[in-house]
């Protein structure tokens, strides 16, 4: 029993992700990331 309520709840969190994963925007991969290199 507990076996398969292990499996739907990582059914349902996978479910999740792809459905955050599929209406996110996707980014262009050759632009390169808005990040400042800082020099210490």
Known sequence: LLNGLQS????????AGLVKGLTKPVRDPLTPPN???IHE
């Open 35 to 37: 990040s400042k290199i």
């Open 8 to 15: 739907v709840m990582n059914l349902a969190v996978l479910s």
